[in-house]
């Protein structure tokens, strides 16, 4: 059974605007006697953690070798899918030439993942919160698989319906994959650990995309001739089924839902409660009518989906200002990918050491800006290395503040379901991905790439100055807090917390803006 089927017992009173959750304390099984306010302000923490020193007894917690395991398990399973999903657009060129196609339907090869997860993310996460981690994931590595499947029949210049069939197959797999991170995170790993945790989970989709930029160009040479343009196009699709039928296999045989024995205080605490009172439809409007956490949708999405944009328009990009460098398009793209999974690390283990959410995440988006606009006034240079060294600066921010999302969002909205706000997440990601393809495409045919890209770099700016405005509020961090404030006073004595809850209260503070 999932953690957020353990959720809460009572999430209720509603303040003005904002709402506070209720808990209470669990004594023994089956009793419960004292309240937690889970606070949604600067000053709550002080007053949670001095009045509630009796809330949870401290439980036990253990961190199991096996959760690296199911992290690159999760890690590969999505790199795969990634590899698929920019197989297409990044040798743009020769796929047009082959299938006989125009721009757009290549373009839509690629935003099919996008247009996929908008209406499947719903009922995916409520299987998420009723069936299931591990089912989800069996699940979409199946679909993965057999998309990858359907594409090694479509080598012909007449079958683009079918390959576009399977890509589609391959995109219902991405919905089961894009919310998992933080979830993963949350259930195996330890407090000092989730944010590196999740990380590295969004790190196996970047890889993915690296490889997707790499190889097809590798695999796909531009020749001349059609049945041997289809050989190397079939070999591409071999490998990439037989890489999908062995990470399913490895689902299958190996992926477990969640350890015995949970590895912080705060999943302890969320096992305690009962699963009869999680409501799937309650958990999204409160998620709504979060206030930080709606200004986190958006600006992730502006985000995400400016780097969606760039991704599946960069050999567009990058051949309409050095024709014939298809490989050095793919290479470019990979730079972006390796800068933003080194960006991603370092961001996650910022994260932490040192929970600063919002600075973080504010300071890494604004320096996204700046990398978009040394970007689009550097790429006509004529110098292909300093596209390189430009397009490496912009990955490293663009692509490091995806888990930086994840995990934000996670702490503004403890003890919701991590996949349920992970995928509204993506969700504004996959619109304002699909939206900025479309009109940079029509913005670069018109006016250029400058055009093009200074109009993502206008949305980072908005984007930027929504993330400004978040009012942080470390939700996950209060409840481990209140943890071990209770193992300091196990008699549950107000006094003997009270000089460790202020000086708690004032190094959240110092985290606020």
């Given at each position: 059974m999932s953690v957020q089927d353990e959720w809460m017992d009572c999430l209720g009173e509603v303040r003005g605007e904002d709402w506070t959750p209720i808990r209470k304390e669990r004594t023994s099984f089956g009793e419960y006697n004292h309240q937690l306010l889970l606070g949604d302000g600067e000053d709550t923490l002080e007053t949670s953690v001095l009045d509630t020193a009796q809330l949870f007894p401290l439980m036990e917690t253990k961190l199991y070798k096996r959760r690296w395991v199911m992290l690159f398990i999760f890690s590969v399973y999505s790199m795969s899918n990634a590899f698929m999903w920019l197989q297409y657009s990044i040798i743009s060129n020769i796929f047009m030439r082959f299938y006989e196609i125009d721009s757009l339907a290549i373009d839509w090869l690629s935003m099919i993942y996008f247009l996929t997860y908008i209406p499947f993310i719903l009922p995916v996460m409520w299987l998420i919160d009723n069936r299931g981690m591990r089912d989800v994931v069996v699940v979409g590595s199946a679909f993965n698989c057999i998309g990858a499947w359907i594409k090694t029949s479509t080598a012909d210049p007449h079958m683009f319906a079918m390959t576009f069939f399977g890509q589609f197959v391959c995109s219902v797999a991405t919905v089961y994959i894009l919310g998992i991170p933080s979830r993963l995170a949350s259930l195996w790993f330890g407090q000092q650990e989730v944010s590196t945790a999740c990380s590295i989970g969004v790190l196996g989709n970047q890889m993915g995309i690296?490889?997707?930029?790499?190889?097809?160009?590798?695999?796909?040479?531009?020749?001349?001739?059609?049945?041997?343009?289809?050989?190397?196009?079939?070999?591409?699709?071999?490998?990439?089924?037989?890489?999908?039928?062995?990470?399913?296999?490895?689902?299958?045989?190996?992926?477990?839902?969640?350890?015995?024995?949970?590895?912080?205080?705060?999943?302890?605490?969320?096992?305690?409660?009962?699963?009869?009172?999680?409501?799937?439809?309650?958990?999204?409007?409160?998620?709504?009518?979060?206030?930080?956490?709606?200004?986190?949708?958006?600006?992730?999405?502006?985000?995400?989906?400016?780097?969606?944009?760039?991704?599946?328009?960069?050999?567009?990009?990058?051949?309409?200002?050095?024709?014939?460098?298809?490989?050095?398009?793919?290479?470019?793209?990979?730079?972006?990918?390796?800068?933003?999974?080194?960006?991603?690390?370092?961001?996650?283990i910022w994260l932490d050491k040192t929970k600063t959410y919002k600075q973080t995440t504010l300071f890494v988006y604004l320096l996204t800006l700046i990398g978009m606009l040394v970007y689009a006034f550097t790429l006509n240079l004529g110098h292909l290395w300093v596209v390189f060294v430009t397009a490496g600066v912009l990955g490293f921010f663009m692509t490091g503040y995806l888990p930086l999302g994840f995990e934000f969002a996670v702490e503004l909205t403890y003890p919701e379901s991590e996949g349920t706000s992970s995928g509204l997440l993506n969700c504004s990601a996959q619109i304002f991905g699909i939206i900025f393809t479309i009109s940079q495409g029509k913005i670069i045919d018109k006016w250029g790439t400058l055009a093009g890209n200074i109009f993502l770099s206008i949305f980072l700016l908005i984007g930027t100055v929504m993330t400004g405005f978040i009012k942080s509020d470390l939700r996950r961090q209060k409840a481990n807090l209140q943890a071990e404030v209770q193992s300091l006073s196990p008699t549950g004595s107000l006094s003997s917390v009270q000089d460790y809850g202020a000086t708690a209260s004032n190094g959240s503070r110092q985290q606020q803006s």
């Open positions: 690296a490889i997707g930029f790499l190889i097809p160009p590798i695999l796909v040479p531009n020749v001349d001739d059609i049945n041997e343009l289809a050989h190397h196009i079939r070999v591409m699709f071999y490998i990439s089924a037989g890489v999908a039928t062995v990470i399913f296999i490895l689902v299958i045989i190996m992926f477990q839902e969640r350890p015995e024995i949970p590895p912080s205080q705060a999943q302890a605490q969320a096992r305690s409660i009962p699963p009869d009172q999680y409501s799937y439809t309650a958990s999204i409007l409160r998620l709504l009518c979060n206030k930080p956490f709606m200004l986190l949708m958006v600006s992730y999405g502006l985000n995400v989906g400016c780097f969606y944009a760039v991704s599946t328009l960069l050999n567009r990009m990058i051949i309409e200002h050095y024709p014939g460098e298809e490989v050095n398009a793919g290479r470019i793209g990979l730079t972006i990918i390796i800068a933003g999974m080194v960006g991603s690390l370092i961001c996650g």
